[in-house]
């Protein structure tokens, strides 16, 4: 069990000293939500968040979600950035694709994901598995933090997780005390949670609790 904090929702202006505080709670992997503004309602950060992460924390994983689909435009500045994985939207490009953009990333020495919006169907990934470190199941239509976990969510992550074998499941959007159990229960195995860390109580409380109830 995995959990990869979404910077998201931190105080910009102390990113540093929330990530650290996060890393000092044990997390070694951050989730690094790129909005480009127009594939999603909203705008977030550029490749420069990604090459400064990993400037000041080495040690720590950075994992790009991009949320573009100017794949062609993007995808080589954030592996010039540093990113560890990077996992781009199956709605992103044509379906034909995606098996390129795949091949490049490991190419570029990069592990790769896919992301499904909670509309498109599982499916779709089965031609894709052998080349995807891991999977992204959207429980929010992406762009914002703070959304509620859809209900429709654990009967995808099960699916996924039926169809992926041993590549691991990861959870993004809404994730908490209770809906890590349900996304755990179904098969995740990766948990992003954002408002859940950086908005609310202490950070290492926060993610002492949410360890607690996957190790559970
Ligand atoms: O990809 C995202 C939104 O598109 C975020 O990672 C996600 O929403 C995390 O925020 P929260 O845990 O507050 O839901």
């Not at 202006?13 to 480009?36: S, V």
């Not at 062609?72 to 390129?100: C, S, T, W």
């Not at 990934?125 to 995807?132: A, N, R, V």
């Amino acid at each position: 069990m995995l959990i990869a904090p979404s910077i998201l929702n931190a105080d910009n202006l102390n990113l540093a000293k929330e990530i650290a505080a996060a890393k000092e709670a044990g997390i070694t992997r951050f989730h690094l939500d790129i909005m480009d503004g127009h594939f999603v309602p909203n705008l977030s950060f550029g490749p420069q968040l990604v090459q400064d992460f990993k400037k000041q924390f080495p040690d720590l994983e950075a994992e790009v979600h991009l949320m573009s689909s100017n794949l062609r435009g993007m995808l080589p500045d954030f592996v010039k950035a540093g990113a560890d994985l990077i996992e781009f939207h199956y709605e992103a490009d044509y379906a034909n694709q995606i098996p390129g953009w795949l091949d490049y990333l490991h190419d570029s020495g990069v592990k790769a994901g896919i992301v499904l919006n909670p509309d498109t169907e599982i499916r779709v990934l089965k031609p894709l598995l052998p080349k995807l470190d891991q999977i992204l199941i959207m429980t929010v239509y992406p762009g914002f933090g703070g959304q509620k976990f859809m209900e429709v969510a654990p009967s995808r992550i099960k699916a996924a997780k039926d169809l992926a074998g041993e590549i691991p499941i990861e959870v993004d959007g809404g994730i908490n005390a209770e809906t890590a159990k349900l996304a755990k229960e179904a098969g995740a195995t990766v948990f992003v949670a954002g408002s859940y860390i950086f908005s609310q109580k202490a950070i290492d409380q926060q993610v002492a609790e949410l360890k607690r109830i996957l190790e559970e």
